[in-house]
């Protein structure tokens, strides 16, 4: 659409240093083991110090580096010096003989990482600076993808949006428990919690999610429900489920996984050595996973065949279920819906269909996560310009009044041409700059 490509045109003149914008494209846990040889790469002189030192890096006398997320007041919520610092740690460590793993932790139970740091994105940055973000993001996803040693993420406590980006594309992930506490009549969730609401903010389920999603149960439908209504997993069992969580292991034992790690001895086959500990720490799940059980539901609902409305129409149908569980479920997924700005939603069920259709073919660019990083990369910078990010941002986390105004604000009055463009390319110079396969 005409008015995306003028603010987009608009967004790049605004994002050119004087320089061409082609030069941004190159360039909770309650235990902590202090390491005994402190590593630090050379500080970026871009980036304040104070924000270099939410991400602390470390490599232990058996090879083992780990990385971690010390930004406990914002729920470690990444911003783009964190984002450098991160990939520059793995740039490093990959390259660096004595490094043979890397683990990445939080230094709070609270959160792994809560995701991007969208609130001073919206604020705080110009137009530059969210097009370093998205950049930086995105090639960090793709460096976790593809990183040649074992890459180990604990994701303790909350994990959503680029928490899941971090971790959600690494070898290991290792999961705790969903465990409950009760005050009066409120009950708090202290363990793992992971979602993606970015259609509640005006934004999509970005970095690398609808790839993840396309490979879930369901041909692809258990995803797509995750994505488009922010439903949040609480627990191992679900997310060992859908794919997000490889191993299980209780939150009481992860000090001591933590310690053998440190201590484990590491050979040339590194990753053996690690997926042998791995084992031995895990757990099996006793319960049944609640998407499991739902999950004839979930895909004559959200299977890639369903149109939003048609997902809408079903929905309030089985809210009349005779089946307890299932009317609640229907009845919460309508509500996660409900917060969505109506024109996310519809950029997420097109994105969404369009790379779980891809899933498979090999020699399609939406079946690689690179090539689903490329895509995402055009339409998170023509999003980041609609109103309906910005004022997400305001309601969610900034006044809180959780009132968007969203633009439109029905799904019968987006206009699909205009979510069409989103897909658009960008100039050759102008597009993320990994490699994947050509149409």
């Known amino acids: 659409m005409q008015i995306v490509s003028r603010s987009l045109t608009a967004l790049k003149a605004l994002a050119r240093p004087p320089s061409r914008l082609t030069a941004i494209f190159n360039p909770l846990n309650p235990f ?144 705790t428990e969903a465990r409950f506490s009760t005050h009066g009549f409120c009950i708090f969730c202290i363990r793992t919690v992971l979602a993606m609401p970015e259609n509640g903010i005006g934004l999509f389920p970005d970095v690398g999610f609808s790839y993840i999603a396309a490979k879930s149960p369901g041909d692809g439908a258990v995803g797509f429900y995750l994505g488009l209504t922010g439903a949040r997993i609480s627990g191992a069992a679900d997310a060992l489920y859908i794919g997000l969580g490889t191993h299980f292991v209780p939150s009481e034992n992860l000090a001591s996984l933590k310690q053998a790690i440190l201590k484990l001895n590491l050979s040339v086959d590194s990753h053996k050595d690690v997926q042998l500990l791995l084992e031995e720490y895990k757990k099996e799940q006793n319960e049944e996973p609640q998407l499991k059980t739902l999950l004839p539901y979930i895909v004559s609902t959200f299977g890639r065949d369903r149109s939003i409305f048609q997902i809408v129409d079903e929905l309030k149908k089985l809210q009349s279920s005779c089946d307890a569980a299932v009317a609640d479920w229907a009845s919460g997924a309508l509500l996660g819906l409900g917060r969505g700005s109506p024109f996310s939603l519809c950029l997420t069920h097109r994105h969404f269909s369009q790379v779980a259709s891809k899933n498979g073919n090999d020699q399609h660019p939406l079946s690689t996560l690179n090539g689903v990083m490329k895509t995402e990369h055009r339409i998170a910078l023509r999003s980041s310009i609609r109103k309906d990010f910005a004022e997400g941002v305001r309601a969610v986390l900034v006044d809180k009044d959780q009132k968007p105004k969203w633009n439109p604000s029905r799904l019968e009055d987006v206009d699909m041409k205009e979510v069409e463009s989103m897909f658009d390319p960008l100039p050759p110079e102008d597009e993320l700059q990994v490699s994947c396969p050509m149409k």
Not at 144 to 155: A, D, R
């Open 32 to 175: 902590i083991v202090l390491p005994r040889h402190p590593y630090y790469p050379r500080p970026l002189s871009s980036m304040a110090n104070e924000e270099e030192d939410f991400i602390k890096g470390s490599i232990f006398p058996n090879g083992v580096a780990v990385l971690t997320l010390d930004r406990p007041k914002a729920l470690n919520a990444m911003n783009l010096g964190m984002d450098l610092k991160y990939k520059k740690f793995l740039d490093q460590w990959e390259t660096n003989p004595d490094v043979k793993c890397v683990l990445v932790e939080s230094s709070s139970p609270r959160a792994f990482s809560a995701g991007g740091d969208v609130k001073r994105i919206v604020v705080n940055c110009d137009m530059s600076e969210i097009v370093k973000v998205f950049t930086a993001e995105y090639l960090l996803v793709c460096k976790i993808h593809e990183y040649s040693k074992p890459y180990i993420c604990l994701m303790d406590g909350m994990t959503m949006g680029f928490g899941i980006g971090l971790s959600g594309h690494g070898r290991y992930r290792v999961v």
